[in-house]
């Protein structure tokens, strides 16, 4: 039977095979952590039925409700300054002659990807502290301001390539219908631009809010983001109410990741 | 200054980069269009003719040169301060914009009322026809359609000159038949300046008043679409305006020696010596080769073309000339028969060399 | 300049709207990095932070460590099994993704168009879940009453669950699950652009399939592997969640053993020297893939 089957070029020996694991892989874990957020027994070992309790005591847990406040609050703010700085970054350094230090620019904006986390983590921690000692301020702004920085490549990214795939003759049409340089950005290009600016928000955002290291290294005593609270609770007695808190920005995440996709296949 | 001219672009210089390895875009092109006019920049891609065009519509500024709109100097006017509107090769249509929205981008942004800008938007709509297509988004239309809508909204805030890049490139045969007879109506019914830019030179031919031909940053010629035809000034605007065939002569008198030894008449309007005669192949009729005056030829290809027959014609010195004839029973020969050619000396041109 | 009449040059505009990014950056990210070069040249203060003397003693003592009595010189065995560690891990997770991955992006690539996209979305999801999430996901399944201990004492194969939580297994399996994406999503990169008439034209030549892997496919698409490995390695040796969690505190590297120096440790010049040697590494590193990729992909 397998030699009356057409001779098919794209196929490798066992690559499927490998490919399915992988995706089993993948995903089994995380299954298994939504499943068990359902858990109506006290442990995380045993089963005990189906039952919301776990998401209730995550939700009247004024500890995990005060974390996640702060994690929305601090993804909000760095969402909005990483896109805003990184759109007009965007603007600045594409569909125009390459011009002296874009090279520099680019290494600077990509920064937080290339070091490594937690070296950029001690980085911060020595500054800050220095900075809360100088002028004893311990509020949220000193983590708004490390998530701001570190989501810059991630809202940049998005902007850039919608920013590239849209020719200048669209500006150019509208100079030619006697748009000024501001009237041609304010109708032309920032709506055209929308989908990218978006995009990179949503990503600047998740990333936020997805953020372990520099929020445990940045916060000072009571400044718990949800991550940081769930890698507190495993000093303790894991239980089922980490898998639910888990599961919550799990949804989160995948609900932001399709707006994402929808809006960037959704071009031109 | 001349009160009927709409734009006068003078020594026009364009270079790009610097150095030895700086291109001429332009080359010194000066050019008066006048106003009402259709006037056609003809020429091969890469010969300026979309250069001079931006640097009309302030999307270039001129190494050197002045560029004078109905008398006013516009060198460096920014093109948003420029009464001239662009129809564009890609059309450039505002995607996130209504039709509506995009014919009266223009005048909106040129501080109008709304009711002005609606009401212009509707007007002009319906000058391209396409009143029922207000609200529709560019990429719901034709190409066609989208054309029709570029073409709107550069004529909505009445510009003193339109011009038009390539505008029917993208458009299939048929459609740019009826876009070509669309525009020249449009061009009469708003008495608007048009300069049309295309490497179509039968485009050029059957829409301009005036055609200017232009090759490798250089305006060879200009003059009405006859004058072009009839009387190309060089080698190159005979060989890009229809097909012709070119034979090297010398002169005696009004008696042109051919390389194959036979002689016409022609008019020699005082040259002599060596020159190459431009012979348009409906010039060139056939005949049995015993007809006085015929000059000797073999068939070496016919190629059938429908309406008409192209015949490869081999003279005895193995020169080939390219005659078209009517396809009909009286004008059928066949590879390899001996003919007689007829050249009428008083239509072919001679042309410098 | 007559062309620059009502413009400004393309540079001044372009440094002009990078402005605020730069000002962030260099405030909230690059600028601290060298308050840590220059913390790892001080003296440790005596509880916590520093004394401004100048000491090379902090990038001493990364590989050495001196007898508070005798003051003889001796390897840092301590240091130097957590960098070994480091690297080892590093190493075998790259291998690890890479064996998954490859067969992975490849699979993706070969499907078609429409299914593509949603094979893509799912290599994504797990790519931007918060790292925490899924590395608590597969501690549940490696721990001892965990899925994978309770399935095989289920099938008869172990009577006593395995022990592979707070091991170094438990630590390598973690980073490749939490970096399979990250191989994966670059090799589909190059096996996308890939021409697969390449591949029949191989068979017409008369290759096998084991040929045609070997000698057409990986060298055109090894942009992409090399892509794939420097992304998986990098993040695998600045590692601190997954360790952290799956390691158990005694099998650390280098990013919890940076921590424990602005921890209990309190040696803040030696976490800052640790940092820098680990951001050399990490720079190095990039730096050869980019050297690579411009020589491979001269238009990329």
Request: hydrophobic share 50%; aromatic share 10%.
């Amino acid at each position: 039977m397998g030699k009356n089957r057409a001779f098919d070029v794209t196929t490798l020996p066992g690559f499927t095979a490998i490919a399915i694991l992988a995706f089993v892989l993948l995903y089994a874990p995380i299954v298994t952590l939504v499943v068990y957020s359902f858990n109506g027994g006290n442990s995380v070992n045993l089963w005990g039925g189906f039952s919301l309790k776990w998401y209730k005591i995550a939700w009247e847990n004024e500890a995990v409700q005060g974390a996640a406040v702060r994690s929305l609050i601090i993804a909000v703010w760095a969402s909005v300054i990483a896109t805003s700085v990184a759109t007009l970054a965007a603007l600045g350094t594409t569909r125009r002659k390459r011009f002296r230090g874009q090279t520099f620019i680019y290494v600077m904006i990509n920064q937080p990807l290339m070091v490594p986390e937690i070296v950029t983590a001690v980085a911060l921690l020595i500054f800050f502290s220095s900075v809360k000692l100088a002028t004893g301020y311990s509020g949220l702004g000193y983590l708004i301001l490390a998530h701001s920085a570190f989501c810059v490549p991630f809202a940049y990214l998005p902007i850039r390539a919608r920013l590239e795939g849209m020719d200048t003759s669209m500006e150019i049409a509208a100079a030619d219908l006697y748009a000024t340089p501001w009237q041609t950005f304010r109708h032309i290009t920032l709506p055209l631009l929308m989908p990218g600016v978006l995009a990179g928000a949503m990503l600047a955002f998740v990333i936020s809010l997805d953020d372990v290291i520099i929020t445990e290294f940045v916060k000072s005593a009571g400044q718990d983001t949800l991550p940081t609270y769930m890698l507190g609770q495993l000093r303790r007695a894991l239980t089922p109410e980490v898998n639910a808190i888990s599961t919550a920005l799990l949804v989160l995440t995948v609900l932001i990741l399709t707006a994402f996709f929808i809006i960037t296949k959704k071009r031109g | 200054m001349n009160q009927d001219i709409a734009v006068s672009a003078s020594r026009i210089v364009k270079t790009y980069g610097a150095g030895t390895s700086a291109v001429r875009a332009l080359d010194d092109v000066s050019i008066d269009i006048e106003k009402g006019e259709f006037f056609t920049l003809l020429g091969p891609s890469g010969c300026g003719k979309t250069t001079l065009l931006r640097c009309i519509a302030g999307f270039e500024t001129p190494t050197s040169g002045t560029i004078l709109l109905s008398g006013r100097d516009i060198t460096f006017t920014p093109p948003n301060e420029r009464p001239i509107n662009t129809v564009f090769q890609s059309y450039a249509l505002f995607p996130h914009l209504t039709v509506a929205q995009n014919v009266g981008f223009g005048l909106q942004m040129l501080g109008r009322p709304k009711s002005e800008v609606a009401e212009a938007a509707a007007r002009v709509l319906a000058l391209v026809r396409l009143d029922g297509f207000a609200n529709r988004l560019p990429q719901q239309l034709s190409g066609g359609q989208q054309q029709r809508v570029a073409l709107a909204r550069a004529l909505a805030p009445q510009p003193e000159v339109l011009l038009l890049d390539e505008p029917l490139s993208a458009l299939d045969l048929k459609l740019r038949k009826e876009m070509q007879s669309e525009l020249k109506r449009l061009q009469t019914e708003t008495g608007i300046t048009f300069i049309f830019v295309t490497h179509d030179q039968e485009e050029a031919l059957t829409m301009s008043n005036r055609i200017g031909v232009m090759s490798a940053g250089k305006l060879l010629q200009v003059g009405t679409p006859r004058d072009i035809y009839d009387r190309p000034v060089n080698r190159f605007v005979a060989d890009f305006i229809g097909e012709t065939n070119f034979v090297r002569a010398t002169l005696a008198g009004d008696q042109a020696t051919l390389g194959s030894g036979d002689t016409i008449v022609v008019d020699a309007k005082g040259a002599s010596g060596s020159v190459t005669l431009a012979v348009r192949p409906e010039q060139i009729r056939i005949a049995p080769r015993d007809r006085p005056g015929a000059i000797h030829a073999t068939v070496a290809e016919s190629t059938y073309f429908g309406t008409d027959m192209h015949y490869q014609l081999a003279l005895s010195d193995g020169t080939f000339l390219i005659a078209r004839l009517q396809a009909n029973a009286a004008n059928v020969y066949g590879n390899g028969d001996e003919v007689g050619v007829l050249i009428d000396g008083t239509a072919l041109q001679l042309l410098a060399e | 300049m007559r062309g620059s009449v009502h413009r400004r040059s393309s540079g001044a505009n372009g440094w002009l709207l990078s402005l605020p990014a730069l000002l962030l950056l260099l405030v909230a990210a690059s600028g601290p990095l060298v308050i840590v070069a220059i913390y790892s040249f001080l003296e440790p203060g005596d509880y916590s932070g520093v004394r401004w003397i100048f000491s090379g003693d902090a990038w001493f003592r990364i590989l050495f460590e001196r007898d508070i009595f005798d003051q003889t010189v001796s390897l840092a065995d301590a240091n130097l099994s957590i960098f070994w560690r480091s690297v080892k891990l590093s190493l075998a997770t790259t291998l690890v993704t890479f064996a998954l991955g490859l067969p992975t992006a490849w699979f993706i690539a070969t499907r078609p168009a429409r299914s593509r996209a949603i094979w893509l979305f799912l290599i994504t999801i797990p790519f931007w879940t918060n790292l925490l999430i899924r590395t608590f996901a597969i501690m549940e399944v490696i721990r001892n009453q965990g899925l994978l201990n309770t399935a095989l004492i289920k099938i008869g194969l172990i009577t006593d669950p395995i022990q592979i939580l707070y091991t170094d297994t438990a630590v390598l399996i973690g980073m490749a699950y939490v970096y399979l994406p990250l191989m994966v999503l670059p090799l589909f990169a190059a096996i996308d652009r890939f021409d697969f008439n390449l591949i029949e034209a191989g068979y017409d030549l008369y290759a096998s399939r084991m040929q045609i892997l070997r000698r057409v496919i990986l060298p055109i698409i090894r942009p992409g592997i090399v892509a794939g490995c420097i992304l998986v390695f990098v993040p695998s040796l600045g590692a601190y969640v997954t360790p952290r969690v799956l390691g158990g505190g005694k099998n650390m590297m280098i990013g919890n053993f940076i921590e424990l120096q602005f921890g209990q440790g309190q040696n803040w010049p030696l976490g800052a020297a640790l940092s820098m040697v680990l951001l050399i590494v990490v720079l190095g590193a990039l730096l050869i893939y980019t050297r690579v990729a411009s020589k491979e992909d001269p238009h990329g």
